[in-house]
């Protein structure tokens, strides 16, 4: 079972910035779309963001203008640069590999292949 590791997140004021970070030590990531979801407590999981092989990425409608992801495959590594930070954005961000069916991602258009990482943690507040 390839980990996911994810790291990056914080405690920060709104309309801060902050960069997430992904990889799979020892797995390579080049193959699969990648992705980046949400969980805020007592709420369903919610897709943030998507990125293909090609680089052409989808985003939520919430984070879009706000939001971008990129890969560095020299690295390995999936990022999320999240910028102009809302309390609404509190959650619990995890990464997943995987592919990308062609519909919208807020329509279920990701999906994982195995597990998301366990995540971590952004709070935003005043």
């Known amino acids: 079972q390839v980990q996911l590791v994810e790291s990056g997140g914080g405690l920060v004021h709104p309309g801060d910035s902050l960069r997430l970070s992904c990889t799979a030590p020892?797995?390579?990531?080049?193959?699969?779309?990648l992705a980046w979801s949400r969980q805020a407590p007592g709420k369903e999981r919610e897709a943030v963001s998507s990125?293909?092989?090609?680089?052409?990425?989808d985003y939520a409608d919430a984070v879009k203008g706000r939001f971008t992801i990129s890969r560095d495959k020299s690295k390995n590594t999936v990022y999320l640069q999240m910028n102009s930070l809302k309390p609404e954005d509190t959650a619990v961000y995890s990464c997943?590999?995987?592919?990308?069916?062609?519909?919208?991602?807020?329509?279920?258009?990701?999906?994982?292949?195995?597990?998301w990482g366990q995540g971590t943690q952004v709070t935003v507040s005043s």
């Open positions: 997943a590999k995987g592919w990308l069916s062609g519909a919208a991602l807020q329509a279920g258009g990701f999906r994982p292949l195995g597990s």
């Open positions: 020892g797995y390579p990531l080049d193959n699969y779309a």
């Open positions: 990125i293909n092989l090609n680089g052409t990425t």
